[in-house]
């Protein structure tokens, strides 16, 4: 009789065996799709980094292979999300073959063309990549006008530009030509003239002039400055101050055009010469640039010492005032009023101030040009800048201090309205004790070092430190904001354009927020490990991304210059040399979708590989999060249970996840080899857990009739309590009494990989008890650096490109937190229980001992 039911049934157990490999199959085929999904996705994110360098710097061959590498891994993303979800998102291949072919056809279009600089750059876009062929003079006035600060709108004529007209005519053979003469020991000045007046007489090509006129008409057409902005200026010990030929109130053109050849003519002047050779510098130099500037109407100007020269350690600034335009105070050719304001702008009675008999200032022409006219008798004894202007001019001296390091030697101006104006800056040479002070305590004191530049550059701001979606929306305001991250977080992106810099704790310079950071020319340094903690909420700080590092800035001079009046941000990123590079540009690297718990994160919204990829890579991981449940009631026996857990659970290998010697049935969890669950186990461990008991004043009976009448109580998710796992993966689908927790994560070598999303929702009591037990559960994320957002009693929260010892820990505590909050909505009938909670968690009060001390009340 039994060997007859045994061949009766050997057919039904042999269907379901099959039925159940089949479904192990396909349930290791979605994972391993995963793990590739997971892998195409850090390299489209390392292939979109390459390609913005490459277009910043116009390397069309470079962009064309980064270009054919980008689509081909943005249609495995797309294959490969759609072999994990069953097909389910067709509509992205016509979305990458559309983008697929517009870049094409671009690229095709810049083909024949080679890659050069721009010939013109405004002082708002001149980014990390253009500032070193704009000269020293331009790249600190763009940065100091990018912070916000009050620099003159302008543009750079480039090193190119230079070049450009010079061997246009043949004017860099005549250079060379006549500067070997010099190096031979002929006529400096004979050399001098023979090259200034062939410059003079050298007609501009017609691109340059052009470009020259396009960008004067952007600035309104207004009277400008044309300036030398050369390679070899404001260097330290090399500051050639003085030394090339400047025209200011320069008005239509072809007077720019005049002016420019001017100050190129004066690159190769008898004085510079003279100290290139002194210096030891080559005497042909071509690399200069020419910076054009537009005029302000000044009431007076002159320069500003930061540190007293003559007494750098009296505490005291060097400030020289002339009326008029400040020609007179850099020529020295005319009286000005001397002060030596307090740079901690305390009270002065201005007894160090000496009043000069100004008789004459320089005014600008209605026609261009300046003219020298006298000072009426009854202003040449008046001083020319009272208390308050001075103390505004020192605030906003130290401001250019702080963020450019050590003490400067800044030109200034103020207009007629009373507006301060930043003209030039440069590291001012100071004598004597000053001098040795060391650097840390010249530039401010040290934060934070040791972070990694993803986007070049310096800012300055007050730190503004997010853990929440909600604390990144009220992070943005008017005031200038330094942005302090737990972690590299893709829905910061939208808010980019109105910060002034970033520091992430966890991060690389690949991945999505430091390209959109690099594409907004935002300083953003990432891998800056303990930033959270080091930065106070509120506090005064310059970041250094090129240093690695944020210092300190003086709070009283910052806060005193946003006073000043309406800030600017200039953020647009380097304008391409090409339409066509422009175009491909915006196929490829703009961030649209940011906000991926919005309405707008769809493929409809898709407008750039970059979208499509974080599209993917987000489908994906929700994909695998709904993979478990439909394939495990077709696992029938497959699926062992984990012994010795507070937690009961089933698991499914998935590859590696066990040693050999497993259980068919059963395991231990020294059987364990998944790195992720053996974390989470770890922390759910933790001594004085209530796995088994309630927390205190809890009516269990109560929970019970609630959860049988509340029809949103049933799992959403399926009826097993289940994890797949491989050697460095985790999914699991848990209900722990009546909330329910889902996990999915990475944890190995990859930090590129590596990342944990949580899930945690429900409860047996009234809603508002499930909210507070949310953000009780929110609360405690933040504070260790993941990045949560809650609704109602919904919290996800993600942490994202950590290292592997990191993510475990990170698992561990999530296993603390989940036995932690069992049943607890029920203890939850007040804010102050819920503040108290937060706080015994953290002070590792797992079982409530201090909770149950105190009974909180409503």
Not at 465 to 477: D, K, Y
Not at 685 to 690: C, D, N
């Amino acid at each position: 009789m039994r060997d007859w039911l045994r061949r009766l049934a050997a057919p039904l157990l042999r269907r379901r065996q099959a039925r159940e490999e089949q479904a192990l199959a396909l349930l290791k085929a979605r994972y391993h799709g995963f793990r590739v999904l997971l892998g195409d996705n850090e390299q489209a994110l390392r292939l979109l980094a390459d390609f913005e360098r490459q277009a910043a710097s116009r390397d069309l061959d470079g962009l064309a292979e980064t270009s054919a590498e980008l689509v081909d891994t943005a249609y495995d993303l797309v294959d490969g999300l759609n072999r994990l979800a069953d097909s389910r998102h067709l509509a992205l291949y016509t979305l990458h073959e559309r983008l697929a072919g517009e870049m094409q056809a671009c690229l095709e279009e810049l083909r024949p063309k080679a890659a050069s600089l721009p010939l013109c750059v405004r002082l708002d876009d001149l980014d990390a990549g253009l500032r070193r062929h704009a000269g020293g003079k331009a790249a600190t006035l763009s940065l100091l006008r990018r912070s916000g600060l009050p620099v003159p709108d302008g543009f750079v004529a480039t090193t190119r530009a230079c070049r450009r007209f010079l061997e246009f005519s043949g004017l860099d053979r005549l250079v060379r030509r006549c500067m070997g003469q010099v190096e031979l020991g002929k006529g400096m000045e004979a050399a001098a003239r023979e090259i200034r007046d062939a410059v003079l007489a050298a007609p501009l090509p017609a691109d340059l002039a052009q470009e020259l006129e396009s960008h004067w008409l952007a600035l309104g057409g207004a009277a400008v400055s044309v300036r030398s902005s050369a390679l070899v200026e404001d260097k330290p010990g090399q500051s050639f101050a003085g030394q090339f030929h400047t025209e200011l109130n320069v008005r239509g053109t072809e007077a720019l055009a005049a002016a420019f050849r001017a100050v190129v003519a004066g690159n190769f002047g008898a004085r510079p010469t003279a100290y290139r050779r002194r210096a030891g510098l080559p005497l042909a130099d071509l690399d200069m640039a020419v910076l054009v500037q537009v005029m302000v109407p000044a009431r007076a100007a002159g320069v500003a010492f930061t540190q007293d020269p003559a007494a750098p350690e009296s505490g005291r600034m060097l400030v020289s005032a002339v009326p008029g335009l400040g020609t007179g105070a850099v020529g020295g050719d005319a009286p000005a009023d001397i002060f030596r304001p307090r740079r901690d702008s305390g009270p002065d009675d201005g007894s160090q101030d000496a009043i000069a008999d100004k008789t004459a200032r320089d005014v600008a022409l209605d026609s261009g040009g300046l003219r020298r006219e006298d000072v009426p008798e009854a202003e040449r004894r008046v001083p020319l800048l009272d208390r308050e202007a001075l103390v505004r001019l020192t605030r906003l001296a130290l401001g250019v201090e702080s963020l450019l390091g050590g003490p400067q030697d800044m030109e200034w101006a103020v207009d007629q309205s009373g507006g301060l104006h930043v003209l030039q800056a440069r590291l001012a040479q100071i004598s004597g004790p000053a001098r040795q002070k060391p650097a840390a305590e010249e530039k401010g004191r040290v934060l934070a070092q040791g972070g990694v530049c993803a986007s070049s550059g310096r800012a300055v701001g007050r730190v503004r430190r997010v853990r929440s979606a909600r604390e990144l929306r009220e992070a943005v305001s008017r005031e200038l904001t330094i942005l302090v991250l737990p972690q590299s977080l893709v829905e910061a992106a939208r808010f980019l354009p109105e910060v002034d810099g970033v520091a992430v704790e966890l991060g690389n310079p690949a991945d999505h927020l430091s390209c959109v950071a690099r594409e907004l020319g935002i300083p953003l340094l990432t891998a800056l490990s303990g930033a959270m903690e080091s930065l106070a909420e509120g506090q005064w700080v310059v970041l250094d991304a090129d240093q690695g590092l944020v210092r300190e800035a003086p709070a009283e001079v910052w806060a005193g210059l946003e006073q000043e009046g309406p800030r600017r941000r200039a953020r647009k990123a380097a304008v391409p040399a090409s339409p066509a590079l422009e175009r491909l540009s915006a196929l490829v690297l703009p961030l649209n979708l940011t906000d991926a718990y919005g309405p707008t994160f769809s493929p409809l919204e898709c407008r750039s590989l970059h979208d499509l990829v974080r599209y993917v890579h987000e489908m994906g991981v929700l994909a695998m999060f709904a993979a478990g449940d439909g394939v495990l009631e077709q696992a029938g026996s497959l699926p062992r249970f984990l012994e010795g857990q507070p937690l009961h659970f089933l698991i499914l290998d998935l590859g590696g996840g066990l040693a050999p010697d497993a259980g068919r049935r059963a395991v231990t969890l020294e059987q364990v080899r998944c790195e992720p669950l053996l974390a989470l186990c770890r922390g759910m461990a933790e001594p004085g857990l209530r796995w088994r008991t309630p927390p205190p004043g809890v009516n269990l009976s109560g929970l019970l009739s609630r959860s049988l009448l509340d029809a949103g109580s049933a799992r959403p998710l399926g009826g097993f309590n289940y994890a797949l796992i491989t050697r460095d993966y985790l999914n699991l689908n848990a209900r722990v009494d009546y909330h329910f927790a889902m996990l999915d994560a990475v944890c190995g070598p990859s930090a590129g990989e590596n990342a944990v999303h949580f899930r945690f929702k429900g409860g047996g009591t009234a809603l508002e008890h499930r909210e507070r037990r949310a953000r009780l559960v929110s609360e405690i994320l933040k504070s260790q650096g993941f990045f949560v957002d809650r609704q109602a009693d919904l919290v996800t929260a993600v942490l994202r490109g950590v290292e592997r010892e990191i993510c475990a820990e990170r698992l561990a505590l999530l296993g603390r937190l989940m036995g932690f909050t069992r049943l607890l909505d029920a203890a939850m009938t007040g804010e102050t229980a819920m503040k108290r909670a937060v706080a015994a968690f953290l002070d590792g009060d797992y079982g409530l001992e201090r909770f149950e001390a105190g009974p909180p009340q409503a």
